[in-house]
């Protein structure tokens, strides 16, 4: 296990710290949702996997000179998302990689369709980036560290290797026992505050499944937890422009009826909706909540590292795999848009017997990410080997 190596960590947050400390005071949403990569849910696996690091490293930037980026680093660390399919070209990727011209390890790549579809198209830039991933390979098995049993599949499909790391979010906490926490927490079905987290109303597959959390929501003095699109994330920190009120009867006529006008549209949501640019402080607000259901997998994944039960509502291939691979409960969103609040509170406890297969399977997969680390001539932190 190397430790001495100095790595330097690609991240897909827009300069967040700078953010953080100059701008997040009443934020222009553009900027907000370019901090945090577009998807608040990127602060959960960039943050699992600096975790996970057991090397000295820096955030650097795919627009950073080669030269200097050779002059501080001796390998590079991507932290990857859903970035497999055709709604991705890495070509760019691809040729900033050939001329840093480091060793390279990829953690967390994952494939993405529009819902469950087997067939998925990538693009021409997108094997161009892992054929040069492939060439900067320093270690004797693969470099690309992928979310699941699908995306290897895809994958190979195409020629290439990959090894299974599931998301490193599963490894924020350093519970051991964290299935068997979870499994203890008490979800009344009498007082119980549920925080959703909450998916697109804009997509038509969704929309019934979107209508129902709302209720979820409202019944239970609830959070609605934003993640993306940016419509949303400006009801949530309440800072609008004309651009975002022109979008407001459209957003209305998503939620299918849950709301009467715009104006009941927008006090909802400051009553109820929430955004995080900070990992942390997003955990901490968790824990003011019982428990956590939705189709945004990291947003439920925060609430299971806060020792809170989770379950993620599967919208595609991208939602399910996460859930398979780490073990947090979960169910098709076509099996749960008539749940009713007091069926979706039972759902989401977890059982004894759940919280120790959650164990074992996080057991086996921080011993299967820290050994990709180190095969890969990195060093796994003491936080991950803990959890191994």
């Known amino acids: ?41 990127n602060l959960a ?82 094997r ?23 995306t290897r599949g895809v994958l190979a499909d195409i020629g290439y290797d990959s090894f299974v790391t599931g998301c490193p979010s599963l490894f924020i906490s350093p519970d051991t026992a964290l299935g068997e926490s979870i499994a203890a927490a008490e979800v009344s079905e009498d007082d119980a505050k549920i925080a959703v987290a909450a998916g697109n109303p804009y997509h038509p597959q969704t929309r019934a499944l979107e209508a129902n959390l709302i209720d979820i929501v409202s019944s239970t003095h609830g959070a609605y937890v934003i993640q ?26 998503a939620y299918g009826g849950r709301f009467k006008t715009t104006e009941d549209l927008v006090r909802w949501f400051g009553r109820h909706a929430y955004a995080f640019y900070d990992g942390f402080a997003w955990i901490d607000f968790l824990r003011h909540y019982d428990a956590a259901i939705g189709p945004r ?53 977890w059982s004894y017997e759940e919280g120790l297969a959650f164990d074992e399977n996080r057991r086996m997969r921080a011993d299967n990410l820290a050994k990709f680390l180190i095969d890969n001539n990195l060093a796994a932190s003491d936080r991950l080997l803990s959890l191994a």
């Not at 057991?54 to 955030?59: I, K, L, Q, S, T």
């Not at 060793?103 to 993405?112: H, I, R, S």
């Not at 993306?228 to 006529?253: C, R, V, W, Y």
């Not at 939602?319 to 076509?334: Q, Y």
């Open 1 to 41: 296990m190397n430790k001495t190596k100095r790595v330097g960590v690609i991240d897909n947050l827009a300069d967040i710290r700078t953010f953080k400390e100059l701008e997040a005071f009443e934020p222009v949403t553009k900027r907000y949702s370019a901090a945090v990569g577009g998807n608040t849910g």
């Open 45 to 126: 696996f960039v943050m699992g996997t600096k975790m996970s690091l057991g090397n000295r490293y820096a955030v650097t930037f795919w627009h950073e000179n080669p030269e200097r980026i050779r002059q501080h680093f001796d390998h590079l660390v991507i932290c990857c998302a859903n970035q497999i399919g055709k709604h991705a070209d890495l070509r760019g990727w691809g040729n900033r990689l050939e001329l840093f011209g480091l060793p390279v390890t990829l953690v967390g790549l994952g494939a993405q369709t529009t819902n469950y579809e087997t067939e998925i198209e990538v693009p021409e830039g997108t």
């Open 128 to 150: 161009h980036f892992l054929d040069v991933v492939g060439k900067l390979n320093d270690s004797p098995g693969s470099n690309i560290g992928v979310r699941g049993e699908y």
């Open 228 to 253: 993306h699109p940016d419509i949303m994330i400006s009801l949530a920190t309440g800072q609008f422009t004309e651009e975002d009120e022109a979008k407001l009867p459209n957003l209305l006529e």
């Open 297 to 349: 997998y990291h947003g439920v994944a925060f609430a299971v590292q806060a020792r809170r039960p989770g379950m993620v509502v599967h919208i595609d291939n991208r939602t399910r795999e996460l859930s398979t691979t780490t073990g947090i409960k979960s169910m098709a969103a076509a099996d749960f848009k008539n749940v009713s609040v007091n069926e979706a509170l039972k759902m989401v406890k």
